[in-house]
């Protein structure tokens, strides 16, 4: 079964950069939709981003311009590059994966903090 673990959260000042990486074992990331989620205090869950297995990407419209993610095959990983961070941006950030971005997620890491002070 896929196992997903999330690192490269941290904390920065407005405007600073963080990448995140989202590393798999048992299986091979490039078989599978990876996505991005964050899920920021009191609020719900909410999408970032998701590539497909075909590489195709779909952005939330907060991350267009600020955030991109990127494949790694030889590391068997999905990045993250977050630039310009917010405070808002401010959230607990999970990687997931599955057969198709527009479906469900099968699969789910524990996630990392990130947090971006003003």
């Known amino acids: 079964q896929l196992q997903l673990v999330e690192s490269g959260g941290g904390t920065v000042h407005t405007g600073g950069s963080l990448r995140l ?12 939709a ?5 899920q920021a205090p009191g609020k719900v869950r909410e999408g970032i981003v998701c590539i497909g ?9 907060f991350a267009k311009g600020r955030f991109t993610i990127s494949r790694n095959n030889a590391k068997n990983t999905v990045d993250l590059q977050m630039n310009s961070l917010k ?4 959230a ?7 057969e ?8 789910w890491g524990q996630g990392t903090q990130v947090t971006v002070s003003s």
Request: aromatic share 20%.
């Open 21 to 32: 990486s989202c590393a798999a074992s048992a299986d091979k990331l490039d078989q599978y």
């Open 34 to 38: 990876v996505g991005w989620v964050r």
């Open 53 to 61: 297995y075909d590489n195709n990407t779909v952005y939330a419209d």
């Open 87 to 90: 405070p808002e941006d401010t």
């Open 92 to 98: 607990v950030y999970y990687c997931a994966a599955g």
């Open 100 to 107: 198709l971005c527009v479906y469900e997620y099968d699969y």
